[in-house]
């Protein structure tokens, strides 16, 4: 193995594929980047055994500067690589396999003889490309990402919940995550067939949503057991989550009594102003609302209390007080990303929804808290 | 105890009086800031009893807008008043004491009512003036600290380690920190007269160098049992440690038969760039000189080595080989601040001293390592 590459591209290769490494690996050869050198083109690979990124760095592309020598293949620990090649003093890289698998990496001035591991000690991971595909633009799937991703469990006591449902039937996608406490889901329209149901790991489509540029269009690939998903030359890949995801659309209430409708920003700053005063180590907001005045409100025996008027744009239905996890209100305005926020509640003991005024393809449900004061 | 203030300049003071508050209080009356309302002026203490900070707000600066209807004082809760004071809907905010201890901050639609403490349970902080004074400029003191407090110990089993020793000899101020592996000490000239020997835990130094403004011109009283920075309506007073400082300046020699002058940055890049690789945690620079090759390089048994060629300015003396830790060259260096370095060996097993090229006031000493290689 024998190459020479700018540093610059090589850099973010390196990073890009390296988000799939975890700190705590089970393996130890996946604390390492896999470096394959083939005829025409550089092929980085790494995995934490549940999501896997790889990158092709093709000769082709003349802003690489890619010269081989030599093919080869050589694992090197993620943390070293990207610091050498982060800090190394020249603009192109010389990487060469000198002995066994001890790698020579070279700048200017600078040399680094760094200890890596045969590549054949790497585990196999198969990047197969599964029939059933459709494509979709980046900027859909942050959106998509972005909305649902943070309403997943964080407790594995029901797996299923700590990822976010793609259920795909005709033309119409919907993406629903849940941690039985809130809620997310939006629902996109694509020109693809071909139906699915799957639970993809919010870490995952983290980890996507980080790796993809806005301008792109993704192919995104799907069988029972992984999903992939192909950006340019880079394919993120992930096994899915097993067991089935529950029923959640009879969840969400159709008819409400009441409707709130506010600018997000200003109820934002009111929870988060309010949001320090906790009971237990949680915040929990109550909203006095009548056609007359809306009112934030907390109060801790602790530390004491809060009361802000809001400015609501408009308010329909009979007084109503309701309390409310502010942090969970909070992640899901922010996440509708409309400048005017509706809320639409039941009763005080309902969940209830909350949607941006300009798009009907996201709705976000937030259960009540009971309070006794 | 009823007064009006303005928001931006009311959060700056409490910020700057909320440096001494330490996390693990001893107290817990010293989580809170004591906002004291006198005829003409407001006085916030904070303190962990071994740093304390007192800023007062006087009604003649016109830009505080303060408006006292009501003297009195209590004591909140830091991180309370330092939310709602940052986060309140307006410029001016309003606080109260209402009932007992409950306190009543107010914006414009937002009103918060917070338990507080009675003022009579924080603990009384002597403030009184020692008559040994002496006026320094606030650069000057910056340096100093930042020349110096990084050197010294973190570690408690010699306390008077964990401070920096302050000499004043006539007009000669001598400032010294050592861990007993490294040493800095700056030397300035003051006018004044009146001498002492005390050492200032590096604590309160760094507090100290966070609340000054390049400006300003700062008093500085000291007794045998505490110093007080007077820096504008601020003032900050910390403990000093007990015990008798060593004598160091018989540690730094003065003869030498080696000097190296280089690039600072260029050293500082080249010991960066071959710092990950640690043996047992730490990394170990080998530096081997002559008058026709400077190489900088590491070896670790587990991770490799690296080798760097160093363009070195000058070097005098015969073939050379030394080894020392990374981290302690490194930061010698940077509180250097100038932009060439020399550097003065006795031998390969002794101490070396790092200066800049340009400022005789700083010295840096650094001891050695011993490898097997």
Chains 1, 2 share one sequence.
């Not at 997943?152 to 700590?162: A, G, I, M, N, Q």
């Not at 097993?242 to 409400?256: K, Q, S």
């Not at 309902?350 to 005024?357: I, N, R, S």
């Amino acid at each position: 193995m024998d190459f020479k590459i700018s540093k610059r591209y090589f850099y973010n290769a390196l990073s890009t594929v390296a988000r799939a490494i975890s700190a705590n690996s089970p393996l130890p050869a996946l604390s390492g980047i896999k470096i394959e050198v083939l005829e025409n083109e550089i092929v980085l690979t790494a995995s934490d055994s549940f999501i896997s990124i790889q990158k092709r760095l093709i000769k082709e592309n003349e802003e690489f500067r890619l010269d081989i020598f030599e093919t080869g293949a050589i694992v090197i620990e993620a943390k070293y690589i990207l610091e050498i090649v982060r800090k190394i003093d020249s603009d192109e890289i010389h990487i060469e396999l000198i002995d066994g698998s001890l790698t020579k990496i070279s700048g200017s001035f600078a040399e680094f003889n760094i200890n890596g591991t045969k590549a054949i000690d790497y585990p196999v991971i198969d990047f197969s490309k599964p029939d059933n595909r459709f494509n979709i633009d980046a900027g859909t799937l942050l959106k998509i990402i972005n909305q649902t991703a943070f309403a997943t469990s964080d407790k594995e006591t029901r797996p299923v919940l700590t990822g976010v449902n793609f259920k795909k039937e005709g033309s119409n996608l919907e993406c629903v995550a849940t941690d039985s406490y809130r809620l997310a889901r939006k629902v996109v329209n694509l020109n693809d067939t071909g139906d699915f149901n799957i639970t993809i790991p919010a870490k995952a489509l983290t980890e996507i949503a980080k790796s993809i540029e806005r301008e792109s269009n993704i192919e995104v690939c799907v069988s029972d057991k992984k999903v992939q998903f192909w950006i340019d030359h880079v394919v993120v890949q992930s096994r899915l989550i097993d067991g089935i995801y529950p029923e959640t659309n009879r969840l969400i209430p159709v008819e409400f009594n009441y409707e709130l409708v506010v600018d997000a920003r200003d109820m934002l700053n009111a929870i988060d102003r309010a949001s320090f005063i906790k009971s237990d180590g949680i915040s929990i907001i109550r909203l006095t609302a009548s056609e007359n005045e809306v009112v934030i409100s907390t109060k801790s025996q602790e530390v004491g209390s809060s009361k802000e008027k809001l400015t609501a744009i408009s308010y329909k239905g009979q007084p109503l007080e309701i309390s409310f996890s502010g942090r969970y209100v909070s992640d899901a305005i922010k996440a509708l990303t409309g400048p005017i926020v509706k809320i639409e509640f039941g009763g005080d003991m309902k969940p209830f929804v909350l949607q941006p005024t300009d798009d009907e393809s996201i709705i976000q449900l937030v259960l009540p808290v009971r309070t006794y004061s």
